[in-house]
């Protein structure tokens, strides 16, 4: 059989068949699978709903399948790639087993045998979120080893058995053992190295319960740890009744136990990471004097033990970040000193006193910065508040007492030793945490609270207005340098308040001067030199003032501005009408007329070096208010030489501002204007 003409012979090949078998097997496998996708895309949604119930897996993939022999002639269908589920990372899972429907495999296609499947693999992020999401495979491995089980969150019932019972029978313990010494003292029912043996003997047990408990681990630990504590303040006990009521050690045996008693809690505290501990062996530091008191004023011994606990608290704030420890120590040490205080205090004790009044206040004005001074980290609010009543307490128990044993302004020395404390803190902030701006801003204050308490301990007067003046400018620099809003505005006040205080107290009052007759009572020379000096001082604040905040402040900076020249020409005015009254009573209104022309002078040139209208406004307003008081008032009242004085030096001074606006009209005029000027001739030349 032949083909028709024009076709080609047509060859039959016997593997057509398959091969068209396999593209369409091939193309269904493509469909099924963009479905799979679909449905894992729904998947992966649904698991992100629930993600914050998903518990972390920890299995291990299982074998992979053998591969299996495909005949010859054959071509092997490869397995789809493994399937992975991938949570949103917007939340951390918790660790535990993944959750049932993100667990269990989706339904195989009917080409793949159930051995050929691949291994399904679950992706979870990471609990750090920084790094890539780690492929975690779904299968069972060992559980992990098991963690300490967390708090009853339970019924009230379970927390108050474990919790409140169990510190309720501890202080009970302890007052038990406190009232059994003291009865065992008075009725002498065991001699007094046997009651002191004992008591180092039940703390010593309640140590080793405690231990015991906390190896156990579980619920049982946090049993064990308040036993501990238990022990330590038992021990506390013995230590300060064997030196105190039965005097068996002496003095330094009693301090030396003590201070190991401290240590060994404050290692205690630290190894099992317990506040609690630290917190029971402070309370219980504190109580064993007050429970163990003979009624005797023994208060170099009373201070001496308050001042090794309070060691302990600074030497654990640097290690722990408990601010417990630090308010319990600060309340437990100014009760019990206030208490001495009140009642024993003369003024026979007063050096001993005073230096451990000063001690405590040293204490807890760095205790409470002392975790961020060596782990240079940012301080907090609440340790600064207590340093600033620590400081207040400490400075008015010593204001008063060295007000009644000497001269009360040697309480001076003492607050400028505060102010020092105080600044080196602030010198040591700035050096370890420079981006630490508001401790620093904080003990940089208190130094300066301190500085300002010194002025009117130390200083009267007028001295105030200078020591003040002085650290107000020195405050606003500090501000501005710390880019603190607060301290800045702080500054401002302080300088507006103390300069009103001078023009309306120090000048009227101190330095004499009587505005009705505008002169100084009862003469010119009078304190003339510390008048000089405040007067110096306080205007010198101002223009510094005003030039700190020129910068970045443009509104401050020129009301201070404003109020230096003001103050500026009126001082002077002052001055120089006072001193003509005293020496020269016939040239007074010459004298001041020609300090106003002087001054005004004084402002066209500013006006014209800095491009300030306004100053050569005010110029030439004050010549002519100068030029009126001349004519009108001075030709009336002074004699016929300061007359020509006047009006020459009024006259000379007009005639020189004029040629000022002559010689830089070019300043004064926009540019285009200056050029026509210069272009076109006087119109008499024209002409």
Known sequence: MTAPHGDQPTNH??????????QGLRAQIDAVQGALHDSLGKLSNAVGDVEQQLPRPLMTPPAAPPETHVPAGQEKIAPPPPLTVSAPASAPAPAGAIPPAAAQP?????????????????????EDKT???????????????????????????????????????????????????????????????????????????FLGVGEWFRRKGGELLRFGLPLIGCGVVILYFSSFAAYQVYHLV????????????????????????????????LVGGFVTPLLLSTGENSYLTLFTYLTILNLGVVWLSFYQRWGLLNI??????????????????????????????????????????AYFFRHQVAAQLGGFSLSVINS?????????????????????????????????????????????????????????????????ILFKGHWLTVFWLAEGAIILWAALKLESPRLRWTAIGLLTVVFIKFLTLDYPIRFGFAVEQFRYLPSYSANWLSRYFTTAVALGAMYAAARLLRK??????????????????????????????????????????????????????????????????????????????????????????????????????????????????DVLLPKEKAADRRADPPADHQS
């Open 13 to 22: 090949d016997p593997a057509d068949p398959l091969r068209d078998a396999l």
């Open 131 to 205: 790094g890539p999401q780690q492929e975690i495979p779904a299968a069972d491995s060992a559980p992990p080893p098991a963690a300490p089980p967390p708090r009853a969150a339970g019924s009230p019932e379970l927390h108050i058995g474990q919790k409140w019972l169990l510190f309720a029978g501890i202080i009970i313990t302890v007052l038990g053992v406190g009232y059994f010494l003291k009865l065992a003292f008075n009725n002498n029912w065991i001699p007094a190295i046997g009651r002191v043996a004992m008591a180092y003997l039940l703390g010593g047990a």
């Open 552 to 665: 970045n402040f443009a509104d401050e900076s020129r009301v201070f501005t404003v109020v230096f020249g003001l103050a500026l020409f009126g001082l002077l005015t002052a001055e120089v009408s006072g001193c003509c009254a005293d020496y020269r009573p016939d040239g007074r209104a010459a004298a001041v007329s020609a300090w106003w022309s002087i001054f005004a002078i004084a402002l066209i040139i500013s006006g014209f070096i800095k491009r300030h209208a306004v100053c050569r406004y005010l110029a030439i307003g004050l010549f002519a208010v100068t030029a009126l008081k001349v004519i009108i008032g001075d030709m009336a009242h002074v004699s016929t030489p300061f007359r020509v004085l006047a009006c020459v030096v009024l006259g000379l001074l007009l005639i020189g501002a004029s040629y000022l606006y002559y010689r830089y009209s």
């Open 328 to 369: 319990l120590g600060f309340i437990f040490t100014w009760l019990i000193f206030s208490g001495w205080h009140f009642r024993w205090y003369d003024d026979t004790m007063f050096w001993p006193a005073i230096i451990y009044l000063n001690i405590f206040f040293v204490i807890y004005a760095v205790a409470p910065y």
């Open 106 to 126: 989706p339904p195989l296609p009917p080409w793949i045998s159930p051995s050929e499947a691949p291994p399904l693999t679950v992706n979870l992020p990471r």
């Open 250 to 281: 002496n003095q330094g045996t009693a301090f030396g136990l003590m201070a190991l008693i401290t240590a060994f809690t404050g290692i205690l505290s630290l190894k099992y990471n317990s506040k609690a501990i630290a917190v029971v062996g």
């Open 392 to 456: 207040f307490i400490a400075f008015g128990f010593a204001y008063g007492m060295i007000k009644h044993h000497t001269d009360y302004p040697a309480a001076s020395i003492l607050s400028v030793c505060y102010a020092g404390v105080f600044f080196w803190m602030a010198r040591h902030l700035h050096r370890c945490q420079p981006a630490n701006k508001r401790s620093l801003i904080m003990t940089l204050a208190m130094g300066l609270l301190f500085l300002t308490i010194t002025v009117p």
